[in-house]
Protein backbone atom coordinates (compact mmCIF):
# COMPACT_ATOMS: atom_id res chain seq x y z
CA UNK A 1 0.00 0.00 0.00
CA UNK A 2 3.18 2.44 0.58
CA UNK A 3 4.41 2.29 -2.43
CA UNK A 4 1.32 2.60 -3.88
CA UNK A 5 1.12 6.06 -2.31
CA UNK A 6 5.02 7.00 -3.17
CA UNK A 7 4.12 6.03 -6.58
CA UNK A 8 0.99 8.36 -6.69
CA UNK A 9 2.78 11.13 -5.03
CA UNK A 10 5.99 10.72 -7.25
CA UNK A 11 3.66 11.09 -10.40
CA UNK A 12 1.81 14.52 -8.72
CA UNK A 13 5.09 15.86 -8.39
CA UNK A 14 5.96 14.87 -11.64
CA UNK A 15 2.98 16.38 -13.35
CA UNK A 16 3.84 19.81 -11.46
CA UNK A 17 7.19 19.77 -13.00
CA UNK A 18 6.12 18.83 -16.23
CA UNK A 19 3.26 21.74 -16.51
CA UNK A 20 6.30 24.68 -15.38
CA UNK A 21 8.42 23.42 -18.26
CA UNK A 22 5.10 22.88 -20.64
CA UNK A 23 5.96 19.41 -21.69
CA UNK A 24 3.54 16.76 -20.56
CA UNK A 25 4.48 13.27 -19.96
CA UNK A 26 2.19 10.60 -19.40
CA UNK A 27 4.63 8.03 -18.33
CA UNK A 28 8.15 7.27 -16.40
CA UNK A 29 9.86 5.77 -19.97
CA UNK A 30 8.79 9.20 -21.65
CA UNK A 31 10.65 10.88 -18.91
CA UNK A 32 13.76 9.14 -19.00
CA UNK A 33 13.93 9.47 -22.65
CA UNK A 34 13.47 13.44 -22.17
CA UNK A 35 16.66 13.45 -19.40
CA UNK A 36 18.89 11.46 -21.90
CA UNK A 37 17.63 13.74 -24.43
CA UNK A 38 19.02 16.57 -22.56
CA UNK A 39 22.20 15.20 -21.09
CA UNK A 40 22.66 13.89 -25.03
CA UNK A 41 22.25 17.83 -25.95
CA UNK A 42 24.87 19.18 -23.39
CA UNK A 43 27.70 16.64 -24.08
CA UNK A 44 27.47 16.09 -27.90
CA UNK A 45 26.48 19.77 -28.53
CA UNK A 46 29.45 21.23 -28.22
CA UNK A 47 32.29 18.41 -28.93
CA UNK A 48 31.57 17.18 -32.44
CA UNK A 49 28.08 19.43 -33.75
CA UNK A 50 25.88 16.61 -33.35
CA UNK A 51 23.16 18.50 -31.52
CA UNK A 52 20.32 17.98 -33.96
CA UNK A 53 21.37 14.31 -34.77
CA UNK A 54 21.42 13.23 -31.19
CA UNK A 55 18.16 14.92 -29.67
CA UNK A 56 16.07 13.39 -33.09
CA UNK A 57 17.77 10.09 -32.81
CA UNK A 58 16.45 9.85 -28.76
CA UNK A 59 12.98 11.71 -29.46
CA UNK A 60 12.50 9.00 -31.99
CA UNK A 61 12.71 6.05 -29.04
CA UNK A 62 10.00 8.21 -27.28
CA UNK A 63 6.46 5.99 -26.85
CA UNK A 64 3.67 7.37 -28.80
CA UNK A 65 1.91 10.52 -26.52
CA UNK A 66 -1.98 10.71 -27.49
CA UNK A 67 -2.25 14.02 -26.04
CA UNK A 68 0.09 15.49 -27.87
CA UNK A 69 -1.79 15.92 -30.96
CA UNK A 70 -1.49 19.25 -31.04
CA UNK A 71 1.84 19.37 -30.79
CA UNK A 72 2.30 17.68 -34.37
CA UNK A 73 4.20 18.74 -36.79
CA UNK A 74 3.22 20.28 -40.47
CA UNK A 75 4.69 18.54 -43.91
CA UNK A 76 6.38 21.72 -44.57
CA UNK A 77 8.44 21.91 -41.51
CA UNK A 78 9.91 18.44 -41.80
CA UNK A 79 13.37 19.50 -43.51
CA UNK A 80 14.89 19.31 -40.70
CA UNK A 81 12.75 16.92 -38.77
CA UNK A 82 12.90 13.20 -36.84
CA UNK A 83 12.50 11.41 -39.92
CA UNK A 84 15.30 12.45 -41.90
CA UNK A 85 18.21 11.53 -39.04
CA UNK A 86 16.37 8.42 -38.70
CA UNK A 87 16.95 7.69 -42.56
CA UNK A 88 20.41 8.81 -42.31
CA UNK A 89 21.05 6.72 -38.96
CA UNK A 90 19.42 3.71 -40.84
CA UNK A 91 21.66 3.55 -43.56
CA UNK A 92 25.02 3.86 -41.38
CA UNK A 93 24.70 1.35 -39.13
Not at 15 to 20: D, Q, S
Not at 36 to 52: G, I, S, V
Not at 69 to 79: K, V
Request: proline share 3%.
Amino acid sequence: MDSINVEFKFYEEFNKLAEKTETKWTNLNAFVYHVMEQENRLMFARCNNLKRKRRSYVKSKLPANPESSDEEEAPDSQIGSVHVYNHHEEQEG
